[in-house]
């Protein structure tokens, strides 16, 4: 089932507001046992919407230190 933007905006909200239960646009109505469970339904529809629109998420980046002398 395609996500949409809609889905990761509910998870959010419930994510904000302490609600444990999300409504998804397709009409199925999602009970997480905890805010870790929305977290991951949450990076799972981002890393899918992100596919499907084609971007990627980097998945390392450098920093450079020095100091300065």
């Known amino acids: 089932m395609p996500y949409t933007t809609e889905d990761r905006d509910r998870l ?4 904000t507001g302490g609600e444990m239960m999300v ?3 397709d009409g199925r109505l999602v009970q997480y046992r905890s805010v870790s469970e929305i977290r991951q339904a949450l990076a799972l529809v981002d890393s899918e919407l992100d ?3 084609g971007q990627r998420r980097p998945a ?8 300065g002398v």
């Open 51 to 53: 596919a499907a629109s």
């Open 60 to 67: 390392a980046f450098r920093v450079n230190v020095s100091k």
């Open 12 to 15: 959010r909200a419930a994510l």
């Open 23 to 25: 409504k998804f646009a």
